[in-house]
């Protein structure tokens, strides 16, 4: 695999063993055992120009788990905050040694941009409202530990869909697995296009899901947040209590609680949030070992 810009990259059968692998260094980490260190002599940088706390710090120690070296661009105190291109300081950090960079930025299509300039393996770690690769393929391997199954699962994406990147990959990936998707959120922030079930109403689909898939508010995208939003959407113990049974919760993170969860709600034992946070050091390994060694 030659980086990995968009989960479109990866059809069904690539994902299925994508998501096997990553669990499986999910058992291999849980039982405290060391990964082959298949990077050594490699060089992961990180290129994060927008914050990030889960993907940046999961990528760091997956490469370290991995063997690789690290090195971690703080955009802040560094030399683009003195006029250099975005162009030079890639260079720049390709010709420092780096084999293969993640690269998160506040514009789509910035990390297909740094592949082209450097001819390096580059993995998109997050680009505007575009896509965000390796927390769909997390969030999979998450669904697939806890059913064991994708066949016919009914995903509510619930919130924010018009401005996240979380969505522009999760859609494809879950769809792919044969999961069954609804789109649930105020009609300003529905697609215009979808092959997917739209809502509205989040009460009236709510009884009807197995994964509610929470997304926060993205107010850095141009997502508002508004009174009429936290009342008709906002997950809360009464729409908890309206959930199938063995529905469970999942939210990317970082969550906005009081906004598109409550309280109570991010506290109870429904939510996989800290296990879809668990499953993102080893995605990011399979991800990392997919790549890191052909570039
Ligand atoms: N889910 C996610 O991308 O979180 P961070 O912004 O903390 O990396």
Known sequence: MKGLLSVRELGPDELRTMIKEASGIRDLIDRGEDHEPVLQGRCVA???????????????????????????????????????????????????????????????????????????????????????????????????????HFDGLRVGLVGDIAHSRVAGSLVPVLSRLGMDLTMVAPEGWLPAETPHRT???????????????????????????????????QLDEHRLARMSQDAVILHPGPMNRGVEISDDVAESSRSLVTEQVRNGVPTRMAVLRAVGWRS
């Open 46 to 148: 990180n290129l994060f120009f927008e914050p990030s706390t889960r993907t940046r710090l999961s990528f760091e120690l997956a490469a370290k788990r991995l063997g690789a070296h690290v090195l971690t661009l703080n955009p802040a105190t560094s030399s683009g905050s003195k006029g250099e291109s975005l162009r030079d300081t890639v260079l720049t950090i390709a010709a420092i040694g780096a084999d293969v960079m993640v690269v998160r930025h506040v514009d789509q299509g910035v990390p297909q941009s740094v592949a082209e300039w450097t001819g390096l393996a580059v993995v998109n770690g997050g680009d505007g409202t575009h896509e965000h690769p390796t927390q769909a393929l997390l969030d999979a391997v998450t669904l697939w530990r806890h059913f064991e």
């Open 199 to 233: 809502s509205t109403d989040l009460d009236a689909v709510i009884p009807e899901l197995d994964v509610v898939y929470l997304l926060r508010v993205q107010t850095e995208r141009g997502g508002r947040i508004t009174d009429s939003y936290i009342g008709n959407f």
